[in-house]
């Protein structure tokens, strides 16, 4: 049975908001459905940009892949309509992201998968996540004084590749859960490769902003700047040598990707950087392995809110927040509410104080999972939140936990870049992806058509703080702590929302404030993933510049907090599953959803 997620009390709060609802909608210029005129290839695409720079979902009930752009999109899309699985759509959605986004997301990179199973019922989740080389040491980023090195000069070149895990994870869901033939899933990749491709505005713009790094890249520079120029919009960009990959990988699996000439390429290019080396090794290929993990719930207005654990912090935070808001009546307060995002800024000042200091990959270190969302913790947690005015501290808690292992707090950057693909497919079943390389265009190293990770730069530079060991620095085979929030949120134990984003330690956030947007506001899902951000990691709450919630600078700065604008570019793509389905795609990226 099919089920609505909107509460009477949602509901009315949504009919009393149809100003803040528009204005939600228009807060950024989408890109219009002109945009990238070579993706009228699919009957729909064309409708479905409209409806998005309209502010309206894109309504289906047999199927819908949302992804951030519409080529990819597609290439979903003719998966689903010949009766392949959201694993099967997946697998050529990540292949053409990989050609079409490459700063984002790609073979080189890692990802996290939420699954919900149709036939069983059963909710679970890949971990395809980079890992630190067996030759990394816990001092890789810091000199030889132990001084942690400036980011960037640890971000471009070898020394932040970690080994790429998307392939793996590409494999192994299609294992599981496909229906359709491996090898015919890198078709619309592979033509796409061979034949061409229009540069996106997007594309063109990211490129144009790394020009410096591009640049010095001996690798990478042939590509996207040959002969110094950098593209532009519309221009074709052919990639055979990713065509080579994908028809390799096609044939033999994933095993061509860590074995063999490719392999050897990828060592080659990581500890040939000529100035910054990395110790990747053939040995970490072959070793790489994708892990099942649990899914983290939450409750949240009589649903679980289900995500990605350890080694990602997204679930864990992502709870926390909208645990520490459930006993505030958010729906009476409405989305203009200097009050609401009080709330939701200082919940997620202490989720992320909690974040920093107990969130790491678990198969390492001893993470109090169930402490961190459990209800008697959260309860008292909330209880800082009945004040009238801004914490004037954000510290980190003590969950249930072994107190004699004191731990010291993480400030580590984690850039926006990253992708999120969210997929139902005819028979039920649901998908959340969130795929990335971390920083746009990841190391700046590309070798047989694709970039390489820089991954490890998601690890704690330094190890310990005030003599107590800091729980996400790097080790040999570690994980490095991510944002990353694919979730799928379930009522009576079937899917009714599946939604991610990009954006680096903002994830979280955006995927928050969605979500509460939907089952608080009563916003549908397009309206939810336009809405204007609010964001509040550390302290000081950030505005999206340009946007209606410009409004609110004034009554946070009144309610004691720090404020500043700026550009907060998520690509929340969300499908919420009711009596129909209803795709959304953020208007601040290319992305669409189709459906049929």
Not at 205 to 211: E, I, K, R, S
Not at 402 to 421: G, K, N, V, W, Y
């Amino acid at each position: 049975m099919i089920r609505t997620t909107l509460g009477l009390c949602a509901l009315l709060t949504a009919l009393a908001l149809p100003l803040f609802a528009q204005q939600a909608a228009d807060a950024v210029a989408p890109e219009g459905p002109s945009e990238l005129a070579q993706s009228a290839q699919h009957p729909q695409t064309q409708a479905a940009l409209e409806a998005k720079q309209a502010g309206r979902p894109v309504r289906a009930h047999d199927w819908m892949v949302a992804a951030a752009h519409p080529l990819a999109a597609e290439a979903g899309a003719e998966v689903l309509a010949r009766g392949g699985s959201a694993a099967d759509a997946m697998v050529a959605v990540q292949a053409v992201l990989g050609l079409v986004e490459p700063q984002s997301s790609g073979l080189g990179g890692g990802a996290f998968l939420v699954w919900y199973d149709a036939a069983t019922g059963a909710l679970t989740t890949l971990d395809g996540r980079e890992t630190a080389p067996l030759d990394a040491t816990p001092r890789l980023f810091q000199d030889e004084n132990g001084a942690p090195m400036e980011f960037f000069d640890a971000v471009i070149g070898g020394r932040s590749v970690g080994t790429p895990g998307t392939p793996a994870l590409l494999e192994e869901a299609h294992r599981r859960w496909g229906r359709a033939n491996w090898a015919g899933l890198f078709d619309a990749a592979i033509g796409l490769a061979e034949d061409g491709f229009e540069v996106s505005p997007r594309l063109a713009a990211m490129v144009a902003g790394d020009m410096l790094n591009l640049m010095k890249s001996e690798t990478a520079r042939p590509y996207f700047l040959p002969g110094g120029v950098r593209p532009t919009p519309g221009h074709r960009l052919r990639n055979p040598a990713y065509a080579a990959t994908l028809r390799a990988i096609a044939r033999d699996g994933a095993r061509a990707f860590y074995t063999g000439a490719i392999a050897r390429d990828i060592v080659a290019t990581v500890q040939g950087a000529s100035d910054n080396p990395g110790t990747l090794s053939m040995t970490d290929l072959a070793l790489y392995r994708v892990r099942e993990r649990p899914p983290v719930c939450a409750p949240y207005r009589g649903r679980q809110v289900c995500g990605m654990g350890p080694p990602s912090s997204g679930a864990l935070t992502l709870g926390q927040i909208l645990g520490l808001v459930e006993p505030f009546d958010l729906a009476a307060l409405g989305p203009r509410s200097a009050e609401a995002w009080r709330l939701i800024g200082d919940a997620s000042r202490l989720a992320f104080a909690d974040r920093g200091r107990y969130m790491a990959d678990s198969d390492f270190v001893a993470v109090p999972v169930k402490g961190l969302i459990a209800p008697d913790y959260l309860r008292d947690r909330a209880a800082l939140l009945r004040g009238t005015r801004a914490l004037d501290e954000a510290a980190p808690g003590e969950p249930e936990f072994d107190h004699a292992l004191r731990r010291a707090d993480d400030i580590a950057i984690e850039l926006p870049s990253t992708s999120h693909i969210s997929i139902v497919d005819s028979y039920g079943n649901a998908l959340a992806m969130t795929t990335t390389i971390e920083n746009g265009f990841g190391s700046r190293l590309m070798t047989n058509g694709f970039l390489l990770n820089n991954e490890l730069t998601d690890f704690s530079f330094a190890t310990h703080s005030g003599g107590r060991p800091i729980a996400n620095a790097l080790a040999p085979g570690k994980r490095p702590r991510s944002s990353m929030s694919p979730t799928i949120v379930m009522e009576d134990g079937a899917p009714v929302l599946v939604l991610g984003s990009p954006g680096g330690s903002r994830i979280i956030g955006y995927v928050a404030q969605a979500l509460i947007a939907h089952l608080d506001w009563g916003m549908d899902v397009q309206q939810a993933v336009a809405m204007p951000h609010l964001l509040n990691r550390f302290g000081a709450f950030e505005i999206e510049a340009g946007s209606s919630a410009m409004a609110l600078q004034t009554p946070l700065e009144a309610l004691g907090f720090e404020t500043g604008l700026t550009p907060l570019v998520s690509g929340l793509h969300a499908i919420a599953i009711g009596d129909d389905l209803q795709g959304g795609a953020d208007p601040r990226r290319e992305g669409v959803a189709l459906g049929r």
